[in-house]
């Protein structure tokens, strides 16, 4: 069974760096879009950056020129690295990405969409 695994985070000053993992495993065929999102506490889930196929990523406004996120084909795995981070990036953050899987059968494949299980950022002043 696919899975994201998420791992990193944790507890930094502002202006200091962080960088969260995402692992996936399982029977995977192909990965299509992979991405980050966050959700700070009282507020809606924001898009922080898009990592297409072709390994290209696009970032909110927000984090442009901050954050950077990587892809590792080999590992099935997507990094954000996060740097000169702000109090405002406290946040749990969540992969996500589009994943065909071969199904049991070994014959029959299956698109679906994942989620890590999240890894809280906090930043302090």
């Known amino acids: 069974q696919v899975q994201l695994v998420e791992s990193g985070g944790g507890l930094v000053q502002g202006g200091e760096s962080l960088s969260v993992s995402c692992a996936a495993s399982g029977n995977i065929l192909r990965v299509n879009q992979r991405a980050w999102y966050r959700r700070a506490p009282g507020k809606q889930r924001e898009l922080v950056a898009i990592?297409?196929?072709?390994?290209?990523?696009n970032y909110a406004d927000s984090v442009q020129g901050r954050f950077t996120a990587t892809m590792n084909n080999a590992a099935n795995a997507i990094d954000l690295q996060m740097n000169n981070l702000k109090p405002e990036d406290t946040s749990t953050y969540f992969c996500?990405?589009?994943?065909?899987?071969?199904?049991?059968?070994?014959?029959?494949?299956?698109?679906?969409?994942?989620w890590g299980q999240g890894r809280l950022v906090t930043v302090y002043t």
């Open positions: 990592i297409t196929e072709s390994g290209n990523a």
């Open positions: 996500h990405a589009g994943i065909w899987e071969r199904l049991s059968d070994g014959i029959n494949q299956r698109y679906s969409e994942f």
